[in-house]
C-alpha cells in the first residue's frame, strides 16, 4: 500500500519537536517504546463492548486476557479491589462516576478552575457543570493552599452527594483523611481524581487516597507514564446508597454500577489497543526503578521552584510536594501574561502553558500565571543541575521577551541540552 506520506511526515516533524524542546507541561510524559508499541498493535482493530467473559462479540478471548491483566495490575499498583480500566481519558472516568453517583441537578463539590481545578469538576462548559449543581471550594489567599476549613463550612451549608479531591494545577498534597471527615459529615460520596499525581501515589511517594476515598480516577499518561486513557478504582466494593435501575433493576453494588456507567452509560467499545499498553505501563510502573523515577521528579519540581524563587519570581503556595509548580508572573512582571510566556517560549523550544494562578486578575485566555512540571523532562533522565540551567533559560527569555536574539540563543542551548538526553534512552 502507498504510504500516507503526508501523516508521516506530520507524525516525523512532532517526534523531532519532541526530540528538540525541552518538555514542561505538567501533564506529558514520554510513554516507553513498549507502551507505543501496543497502542499502535493490532489490538485497535477488535471490538470488545462488555468486560472479560461478558462480551458482545465472538472473538475476544485474547483481549480478554489483557483487559484482565491490565485490571490485575492497576489493583496491585493502587492496592485497589476493583479497577475499570476501559474509559477513555479521566473526564471519560469522571463523567462515568457521576452518572453513576449523581441524578441531573445534584450538587456536587470540587475545586475552583480558577484555583487549580479541572474542567470535568463542574466548568460551566462541560456535562459536570451542565447536568449537575457544582459548587466550589478554594485555596486560601495567605497561603494558597486548600482551604479545608473553608471547604467544610460549604459542605455543611451545601450538602453536596458527592465530594471531589483533586485538580489540574494544584503544587500541594492532599489531605484525604480530613476530605472524608468532611464528606462523611455531610453525607457526601467522597472521590478522588488523581490524574495529575497518580505515579507519585503508585510509587508511594504522596499521600495515599486509600482507604480514605470512595472512589478514584485518573489518567493514566500523566506521571504514570502509560498510553492516553483513563481508568476508575475503588479500594473496596460498597453498596451504592442510591441504586442504579437498569433494564435488569436495580443495582446496588458500586462495581456493578459503575461498570454500567462506563459501558452502555457513557462509552462503546473500548479501546483494546490501549489497553493492552495500560497494561505495559502498569507492569513498568510496579518495577522498583519507577519508584526511583518517581522521587526524581519531586526532586527536579523541587530544584526548579527553589530556582524561580530565587530570581524573585512568586510561586503559589511558596514551593511544590508534587511534580508541578505554579508562577505567578504579577510580582515581577505584572505587564507580561501567561499567553505571551507560552507563546513565546514555545519559539525557544520550551514548552510549558498558560494558567490561572489563584484569585488571578486576567482571563484564562490570558492568565497572570504559567504551569510547568518535570515528568517528561525526568524521563529523559534530566537531574537538579539540568532542571535548573533550563530556569535560567526561561529567565532570559521573559526578562527580554521581544527580543529574538535570545530566544535564537536561548532555543540552541535547549536543543544542545537536549541532545546530550536522547528520547528512548532510558
Ligand atoms: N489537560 C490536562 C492538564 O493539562 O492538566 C488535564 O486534563
Redesign the pocket.
Known amino acids: 500500500m502507498k504510504k500516507d506520506h503526508k501523516v508521516f511526515d506530520l507524525i516525523d516533524q512532532e517526534l523531532q519537536r519532541q526530540l528538540h524542546g525541552a518538555e514542561l507541561?505538567?501533564?506529558e510524559n514520554f510513554a516507553s517504546e513498549q507502551v507505543l508499541a501496543a497502542t499502535g498493535s493490532v489490538m485497535t482493530n477488535k471490538y470488545a463492548e462488555g468486560y472479560p467473559g461478558r462480551r458482545y462479540y465472538g472473538g475476544c478471548q485474547i483481549v480478554d486476557q489483557t483487559e484482565q491483566l491490565a485490571i490485575d495490575r492497576a489493583k496491585e499498583l493502587f492496592g485497589a479491589e476493583w479497577a475499570n480500566v476501559q474509559p477513555h481519558s479521566?473526564?471519560q472516568a469522571n463523567a462515568a462516576v457521576f452518572l453513576a453517583c449523581l441524578r441531573a441537578g445534584d450538587t456536587f463539590m470540587g475545586l475552583d478552575l480558577s484555583h487549580g481545578g479541572?474542567?470535568s469538576h463542574g466548568a460551566p462548559v462541560n456535562l459536570s457543570g451542565i447536568l449537575y449543581r457544582p459548587v466550589a471550594y478554594m485555596v486560601s489567599e495567605d497561603t494558597g493552599t486548600i482551604d479545608y476549613e473553608q471547604m467544610e463550612k460549604i459542605a455543611m451549608k451545601e450538602k453536596p452527594r458527592l465530594m471531589v479531591a483533586g485538580a489540574?494545577?494544584y503544587p500541594r498534597d492532599w489531605d484525604y483523611a480530613r476530605m472524608r471527615e468532611i464528606a462523611d459529615k455531610a453525607g457526601a460520596l467522597l472521590l478522588a481524581d488523581i490524574?495529575?499525581p497518580a505515579g507519585l501515589i503508585a510509587a508511594k511517594l504522596l499521600n495515599a487516597p486509600l482507604p480514605h476515598c470512595h472512589i478514584i480516577t485518573t489518567?493514566t499518561h500523566k506521571t504514570l507514564r502509560g498510553p492516553r486513557g483513563g481508568m476508575i478504582l475503588m479500594g473496596k466494593d460498597f453498596e451504592n446508597p442510591w441504586g442504579l435501575t437498569t433494564p435488569k433493576g436495580k443495582v446496588r453494588m458500586m462495581s456493578a454500577v459503575l461498570d454500567s456507567a462506563v459501558f452502555p452509560g457513557t462509552q462503546g467499545g473500548p479501546l483494546e489497543h490501549v489497553i493492552a499498553a495500560k497494561a505495559v505501563a502498569f507492569g513498568e510502573a510496579l518495577s522498583p526503578t519507577f519508584r526511583e523515577y518517581g522521587k526524581q521528579v519531586m526532586k527536579n519540581a523541587q530544584a526548579m521552584a527553589g530556582a524561580f524563587t530565587s530570581k524573585g519570581y512568586h510561586v503559589t503556595s511558596g514551593g511544590t510536594d508534587n511534580h508541578l509548580m505554579l508562577i505567578d508572573l504579577r510580582s515581577k512582571f505584572p505587564d507580561i501574561t501567561g499567553k505571551k510566556v507560552e507563546n513565546t517560549l514555545v519559539l525557544a523550544d520550551i514548552t510549558i502553558?498558560k494558567n490561572m494562578v489563584p484569585f488571578d486578575s486576567r482571563s484564562p485566555f490570558q492568565t497572570s500565571g504559567i504551569r510547568i512540571g518535570t515528568p517528561a523532562v525526568t524521563t529523559r533522565g534530566l537531574k537538579e543541575e539540568h532542571v535548573v540551567q533550563i530556569v535560567d533559560l526561561i529567565d532570559e527569555v521573559i526578562s527580554d521577551i521581544d527580543n529574538e536574539h535570545v530566544i535564537a540563543r536561548v532555543r540552541a542551548k535547549v536543543n544542545a541540552l537536549m541532545k546530550e538526553f536522547p528520547l528512548f534512552a532510558w
Open positions: 507541561i505538567a501533564s479521566g473526564a479541572h474542567l489540574s494545577a490524574a495529575h489518567t502553558n
